[in-house]
């Protein structure tokens, strides 16, 4: 039995679900942990009752010292905050021996367990960014999308320190050396024993396209191939209009090939979500990718930000942060 645990709140839950049944369909011996981050999610997830599914709410979970933060925080901030606290969470209610997180919009294409024999006799597992130097020297050569601790003294210590330094800071920005939840992965390595990185390279995203080379069902990596294991979905909305059921890519281009094989079959597992879960009528479905001119416009952003009088006038004087997808709507 492998455990997995997540958290999103009901204008996620269509990608939580998502995640649920790809990887039901490529797995078999695997439970799913969910904290959902509203009632509405809660109820809508009970009333389905998913069989290798565990779910509460966030009302009966969150400690003293996550709710003295809960005001400072976005949304998202608060989300990724409570990340390792929900990760401890259950882990320790159940007495796993281990757990993995999974963000909420990974879809699943292959049996993840090949990564789990290769991490088995780690303490820590950790997963890289993928292979773009900018983005990783922003965002962190480690993306929290994949992630076990076991229950044992090395896990619980990087846990444990992983989940204060969030309660402590957790913004959406980059500051002193910190980012979100996710610039604190490097230390791991560095602090604590037995960390392991994966090395299997089917942990795919939207970053990695224009840096791999993709077959049908296999990634090239430094001359070797790799099967593809989940590809992460992030920056997508979905829009039905007219009983088009549209998957918007809101920071990338779609090509072709990566269209047909991630994009595609994404948006068709979730017309049949939208019709066998909400009770939608979906009669088809599109994929629209950004323009070659709007990603060029958001790497000059990106750039502008990292100069340090137009970072400090962005987040200091503007205070822009980063709360979630809102243009996402409740299905």
Request: net charge neutral; aromatic share 20%.
């Given at each position: 039995m492998v455990n997995y645990c997540t958290l999103?709140?009901?204008?996620?839950?269509?990608?939580?679900?998502?995640?649920?049944?790809?990887?039901?369909?490529?797995?078999?011996?695997?439970?799913l942990y969910v904290m959902?981050?509203?009632?509405?999610?809660?109820?809508?997830?009970?009333?389905?009752?998913?069989?290798?599914?565990?779910?509460?709410?966030?009302?009966?979970?969150?400690?003293?010292?996550?709710?003295?933060?809960?005001?400072?925080?976005?949304?998202?901030?608060?989300?990724?905050?409570?990340?390792?606290?929900?990760?401890?969470?259950?882990?320790?209610?159940?007495?796993?021996?281990?757990?993995?997180?999974?963000?909420?919009?990974?879809?699943?294409?292959?049996d993840p367990h090949v990564v789990y024999e290769e991490t088995k006799n780690a303490s820590v597992v950790i997963t890289e960014q993928g292979v773009g130097e900018q983005l990783i020297a922003r965002n962190g050569r480690y993306c929290v999308q994949y992630l076990?601790?076991?229950?044992?003294?090395?896990?619980?210590?990087?846990?444990?320190?992983?989940?204060?330094?969030?309660?402590?800071?957790?913004?959406?920005?980059?500051?002193?050396?910190?980012?979100?939840?996710?610039k604190y992965l490097e230390q791991f390595e560095v602090l604590f024993n037995n960390v392991h990185v994966v090395q299997h390279r089917g942990f795919l995203g939207p970053w990695d396209v224009p840096y791999l080379t993709f077959t049908d069902k296999t990634v090239s990596y430094k001359g070797k191939e790799y099967p593809f294991i989940f590809f992460h979905m992030s920056g997508t909305r979905f829009e039905l209009n007219d009983g088009i059921l549209k998957l918007r890519s809101l920071e990338c281009a779609v090509p072709p090939k990566i269209k047909q094989l991630f994009y595609s079959p994404y948006v068709e597992l979730m017309k049949d979500i939208y019709i066998n879960y909400f009770g939608k009528d979906v009669k088809g479905v599109s994929v629209q990718g950004r323009s070659?001119?709007?990603?060029?416009?958001?790497?000059?952003?990106?750039?502008?930000?990292?100069?340090?009088?137009?970072?400090?006038?962005?987040?200091?004087?503007?205070?822009?942060?980063?709360?979630?997808?809102?243009?996402?709507?409740k299905v």
């Open positions: 999103f709140d009901s204008y996620y839950i269509h990608k939580g679900i998502a995640l649920y049944l790809s990887l039901e369909r490529v797995a078999d011996d695997f439970h959902a981050f509203d009632k509405d999610c809660y109820q809508k997830l009970k009333s389905i009752g998913f069989k290798k599914m565990t779910v509460e709410l966030v009302d009966d979970f969150e400690t003293q010292e996550l709710l003295e933060v809960k005001p400072s925080r976005t949304k998202a901030e608060y989300c990724w905050t409570c990340g390792p606290s929900v990760i401890y969470h259950f882990m320790t209610k159940y007495g796993l021996e281990d757990i993995t997180y999974l963000d909420s919009d990974l879809f699943f294409l292959s076990t601790f076991k229950n044992d003294k090395d896990g619980i210590e990087a846990l444990s320190w992983w989940r204060d330094r969030c309660i402590e800071w957790c913004y959406s920005r980059y500051e002193d050396g910190k980012y979100g939840d996710q070659k001119l709007y990603i060029s416009f958001v790497h000059f952003r990106r750039r502008f930000r990292d100069n340090k009088i137009a970072y400090f006038i962005y987040y200091k004087i503007l205070g822009k942060r980063y709360n979630g997808r809102g243009e996402e709507k």
